[in-house]
């Protein structure tokens, strides 16, 4: 599947599970008291949408075995270079890097880095906040300087706003897991399937796979379009209720 996909489909996953992620214990920090005292999982309206954008973000991240992917193109020569190698380390394009030890991973690598060094955390949300940004084409058409510079802008904004609401980011782990993990079902529904399993190199495809090509018709003239309306419609029932 293309980059703007694989980054609706995060935030889809996001908004739909996110009511029911709120009351693991992992989420403490995000927990609020009620008048009784009593513990509730809720994450605040802020929480909820920084998580759809990091995970957004995150469901980019597969790719970076893929030098010509959205995400090897992001941030220049930087994550060209870091593509390069992890495409070289995984295996090529859907290797080590489209399984479930991946996401695994990175949610329990994001989640220690979010409790063990805030500076690292806030800048793994900034990057992944941007990448999701790219990935849904929020830019100057023609104007890759132009574009970065509103990525850049838009990122910032949003980081600053997010931290002067107080959001917590004990739920880092879980989003950018799921955002992985996403990224593997949705190209397991494509005709290439992935190594679900890896090491071992069978690759998984979903039974209804079947017409599913990436960057073809289907993807982007009636799949975007059913994410984007999603994506609007689960933003409104978490905000609204």
């Known amino acids: 599947?293309?980059?703007?996909?694989?980054?609706?489909?995060?935030?889809?996953?996001?908004?739909?599970?996110?009511?029911?992620?709120?009351?693991?214990?992992l989420l403490n920090e995000s927990s609020r008291f009620i008048e009784t005292g009593i513990m509730v999982g809720a994450l605040s309206p802020a929480e909820i949408i920084a998580g759809a954008l990091v995970c957004a973000g995150a469901a980019m991240l597969p790719d970076l075995d893929h030098p010509s992917a959205t995400i090897a193109q992001t941030f220049g020569p930087v994550?060209?270079?870091?593509?390069?190698?992890?495409?070289?380390?995984?295996?090529?394009?859907?290797?080590?890097?489209?399984?479930?030890?991946?996401?695994?991973?990175?949610?329990?690598g994001a989640h220690w880095l979010a409790g063990a060094y805030p500076i690292g955390r806030d800048i793994m949300v900034v990057l992944l906040i941007g990448l999701a940004l790219r990935a849904i084409g929020i830019g100057i058409p023609g104007n890759k300087l132009g574009s970065a510079m509103v990525n850049i802008g838009l990122t910032a904004g949003l980081y600053v706003v997010f931290m002067s609401?107080?959001?917590?980011?004990?739920?880092?782990?879980?989003?950018?897991?799921?955002?992985?993990?996403i990224h593997v079902v949705g190209d397991c529904m494509t005709e290439r399937g992935c190594p679900v399993l890896w090491p071992m190199a069978y690759k998984f495809m979903l039974p209804w796979k079947i017409g599913i090509k990436t960057g073809k018709k289907f993807e982007q003239k009636i799949l975007a379009p059913i994410l984007s309306v999603a994506i609007l419609g689960l933003l409104y029932?978490?905000?609204?209720?």
């Open 79 to 108: 994550t060209w270079l870091l593509s390069k190698a992890v495409s070289w380390l995984s295996g090529g394009h859907r290797g080590a890097t489209h399984s479930l030890v991946f996401a695994v991973a990175m949610g329990f």
């Open 1 to 25: 599947m293309m980059g703007h996909t694989h980054a609706m489909t995060g935030a889809v996953a996001w908004l739909g599970l996110a009511p029911a992620l709120a009351v693991l214990p």
């Open 165 to 181: 609401m107080g959001v917590g980011y004990a739920w880092l782990g879980l989003a950018v897991a799921i955002g992985c993990l």
């Open 237 to 241: 029932w978490r905000l609204a209720y």
